[in-house]
């Protein structure tokens, strides 16, 4: 299994500013991947994350918006840009090595006021 | 487009098994069966997978039909931890993402 850490735990934002949220996992995976939870709803994909490459935006979502880094096999970085309150949502990591299980972080519960 | 048909809610009563349907009839031949949950304010938690053949593990069991256009995940002692929301995940054998649906939010009762 693995263990994934997600900073901070939660945040309250000013609109306009951006927020790095941080994904470190304590083993080395192949696949990192990023996930937005609105309010009351499911989770939706964002991203994958590529260790050496740009990351994979699922329909809907722009770099530009959703910056986001992997240096290496066990970090990565979600930023959110030019926030509105339409952004404040929990936003989890997920990760895994092979196609058998994807473990998840607690989220990132972020509020932009 | 949802590839699975969850209901939206159930009770369980603690102690008892709860079983969880999930219809998945448009399923292919390489895609998995994969039961997620989430537990207010964590992550979502891996339960189990199958392709075609019962399994069991330490958290649940889970029955796929013969046609695969079905199955159902099985609690067999319910508890008040297993109080969440009960996602059902088909899955491509060579696809790595996950993409939920609105799940089963299952309340266990004392």
């Known amino acids: 299994s693995a263990v994934i850490s997600q900073k901070p735990s939660r945040d309250i934002c000013q609109r306009g500013t951006s927020l790095t949220i941080q994904c470190q996992v304590d083993?080395?995976?192949?696949?990192m991947f990023w996930y937005r939870q609105q309010p009351g709803q499911s989770l939706t994909l964002i991203a994958t994350?590529?260790?050496?490459?740009?990351?994979?935006?699922e329909s809907g979502f722009v770099i530009d918006k959703f910056p986001i880094s992997r240096p290496n096999l066990t970090f990565s970085t979600l930023t959110v840009s030019n926030m509105s309150p339409e952004d404040s949502s929990i936003y989890l990591c997920?990760?895994?090595?092979?196609?058998?299980?994807?473990?998840f972080g607690s989220g990132t519960q972020l509020s932009v006021l | 487009d949802a590839k699975t048909t969850q209901p939206t809610s159930m009770d369980c009563a603690e102690g008892r098994a709860a079983n969880l349907p999930c219809n998945h009839s448009?399923?292919?031949?390489?895609?998995?069966v994969y039961w997620y949950r989430q537990i207010h304010s964590q992550g979502p938690q891996y339960i189990i997978h199958?392709?075609?053949n019962n399994e069991t593990n330490e958290m649940a069991s889970l029955i796929i039909t013969e046609d695969r256009k079905s199955s159902t995940l099985i609690l067999p002692h319910a508890t008040l931890r297993d109080t969440a929301v009960y996602y059902c995940?088909?899955?491509?054998?060579?696809?790595?993402?996950?993409?939920f649906g609105a799940g089963t939010t299952v309340t266990v009762r004392a």
């Open positions: 997920s990760a895994g090595s092979g196609i058998e299980k994807l473990f």
């Open positions: 083993s080395q995976v192949t696949m």
């Open positions: 994350a590529n260790q050496g490459s740009e990351a994979t935006y």
């Open positions: 448009t399923i292919s031949g390489n895609e998995y």
């Open positions: 199958g392709l075609k």
């Open positions: 995940i088909v899955r491509g054998k060579n696809d790595y993402k996950l993409s």
